[in-house]
DNA sequence: GGCAGCCTGGTT
DNA sequence: AACCAGGCTGCC
């Protein structure tokens, strides 16, 4: 579907499910615009007269109800990011939507317990946007971490205790972090430009190498499911 | 199941 | 020059 099939679109609402932002449209066709920002994309509105930079993809005329007209940017340094236009149906027949997992601040330890099966590694389940959605790489180590869970430990042979454990931690880290605006490695602002401050917390996330914050130890990394891991091998059991 | 590939840019 | 980075896909 072209993207000029936008045109006279009306904006009803804006939600997220795991890591896609949704633009919801008024009824009719298409029903939603959806963004996933991947590593480096960036979302923000701003007055007509700002120009577009190297690393500006897309750029969405806005009007408000007032009739002040803006600009939505989708930049995206690395153009990993996805912009997807969608019906309801297409959006359905979206193997990676309809495989989503539960968010992780919505459910309890029982059913978190119960999609945590198999001999693969726990820190790889939790990548894994069908067991579980919006977890990425920080969150998935800095949660571990809290929990004292080896990132290798096969997913279902964690004790019950454990699992719940795990999920609590990483309501708590997902709830910090939000509420301290992200976690800005590099080059994530938030919609308004603001950086986060979560990654002054971070206890494990790029400190290979550092001691550990709680026992001295000195973390350790590895590489799981294509990513950098750290972890603590005397919390971490 | 594991990992190269997709990209640009910063750091070693 | 080589390696690394908030993620996911598609190929073996």
Redesign the pocket.
Known sequence: MPLTSLRDSHIVSVGRR??LILVNLREGEPEHLIF?L???GRLFTSGRDKPPN??TRCVFGLREPDGLEKNLFFDD????GKIMVANKKVLRSW??WSELGPEPLEIDSAEFSHRLK???PIK?AL?D?RVIAGI???YADEALFRAGVHPLTSAGELAFEAKARLLEALKNVLSESISQCG??????LDADGNPGAFQNSFAVYGRGNMPCKKCGTILQKL?L????TVFCPNCQK
């Not at 340094?77 to 990993?80: A, D, K, L, S």
């Not at 976690?183 to 994530?188: C, Q």
């Not at 499911?225 to 950098?228: A, F, K, L, P, T």
């Open positions: 795991g890591k996933h991947r590593m480096t190297s690393h340094m690395r153009t990993f193997k990676f198999g001999v693969r790889n990548l946007q990425g790489n920080i976690s800005s490695i590099r080059d994530y590489r499911g294509g990513r950098s």
